[in-house]
Each structure stands twice: as structure tokens, then as C-alpha cells.
């Protein structure tokens, strides 16, 4: 069948925050716009145009600092046991 392959925009579009104060579970979802590029897709895609949305969710618990208060910095590492990320393409549509 072929690969489609795209380039995703240099920015995308993120919300997230504390679903839950007692476990720390955060939750964090972009959009990042990609363009379907038809030069460097194969097969049934080889020459394809088209653009769409791609989004990934990740939620987790994140850790607690020693106070009690969940640690939502930045590079603060999510359990691994309770992380869960999902990538989906939104929106796409593609031209030959």
C-alpha cells in the first residue's frame, strides 16, 4: 500500500492541568497541524496532498513534593504506572 508521509508544523497548541489534587493525576492534550507530503510518500500515497490535525493526549499522576502538594513543574516525571499517551490524526484529508 505505501507510507504517507507529512511534516507537522514547527508549533502546535497544548492545554493541560490537575485533574485530581489527592492522586496528582494531570492531563495534557496538543494539536500539532501537519501537511501531507506527497514527494517523500510511497505507493498509493507517492504524490498525495493534504493537511489535518494531529493530537496526542498523555495523562499520569505526577509526583508528590514533600509538603503533600503534587509537583507539576515542567520536567516532572509522570508514575509509570499510571502513564497513558494516545496519538490520533484528526481532519486529514488527502488528494491525488
Same mark, same amino acid.
Given at each position: 500500500?505505501?507510507?504517507? %508521509? ?6 502546535? /497548541?497544548? /492545554?493541560? =492541568? ?18 501531507? =507530503?506527497?514527494?517523500?510518500? /510511497?505507493?498509493?500515497? %507517492? ?14 499522576? =505526577? ?7 503534587? =509537583?507539576?513543574?515542567?520536567? %516532572? ?8 499517551? /494516545? ?10
Amino acid at each position: 500500500m505505501g507510507d504517507l %508521509a507529512v511534516t507537522l508544523a514547527s508549533t502546535g /497548541t497544548s /492545554t493541560g =492541568d490537575l485533574k485530581s489534587a489527592r492522586t496528582c493525576l494531570y492531563a495534557l492534550t496538543t494539536w500539532v497541524p501537519f501537511t501531507v =507530503d506527497g514527494a517523500s510518500s /510511497t505507493g498509493k500515497f %507517492a504524490g498525495a496532498t493534504g493537511t489535518g490535525t494531529a493530537v496526542v493526549v498523555f495523562s499520569g499522576d =505526577d509526583p508528590k513534593l514533600s509538603d503533600g502538594t503534587c =509537583d507539576t513543574s515542567r520536567d %516532572a516525571p509522570a508514575a509509570a504506572k499510571t502513564a497513558v499517551a /494516545t496519538f490520533a490524526a484528526i481532519k486529514l484529508t488527502v488528494r491525488r
